[in-house]
């Protein structure tokens, strides 16, 4: 029986099994890289490399921020404290009995008003 070019089945047939070497020394020794198929997939491994790479820096971006917030996020806690703090210190001081005490304290020579202020209105003409 004949295909063409004159070549037998047998011999196509041995022909095959020479070109399918896939032997574990061809793996190991790097020979299966240099085929035909392994050389045409050289982009798409290139692509595939290239997303794990920004996969991975896109990853470590987003911890960096995460940890970034965090950290903010701790930094209001402490001053909405600290200004809550500030605040009722501000409020404890201006009470009139804790500005009498500083201005006797200090010596400024300053006293309380024993008549309560009038109300001084002017009419429009």
């Given amino acids: 029986m004949k ?6 089945f047998e011999e196509l047939d041995s022909v095959t099994k020479n070109t399918k070497k896939g032997s574990i020394k061809d793996f190991i020794g790097g020979n299966f890289l240099t085929s035909e198929n392994v050389i045409k997939q050289i982009p798409y491994v290139l692509f ?3 997303i794990a790479i920004i996969y991975i820096g896109n990853r470590y971006e987003a911890e960096k921020i995460l940890r970034e917030t965090i950290a903010l996020k701790n930094e209001v806690k ?12 501000l409020m404890y001081i201006s009470k009139q009995s804790e500005v009498a005490k500083l201005v006797e ?21």
């Fill in 3 to 8: 295909y063409n070019d004159d070549k037998t």
């Fill in 48 to 50: 595939l490399s290239i």
């Fill in 78 to 89: 402490e001053l909405r404290a600290e200004s809550i703090t500030t605040t009722s210190e």
């Fill in 105 to 125: 304290e200090k010596g400024l020579d300053l006293k309380e008003a024993v008549v309560p202020p009038k109300k001084i209105i002017i009419e429009k003409e």
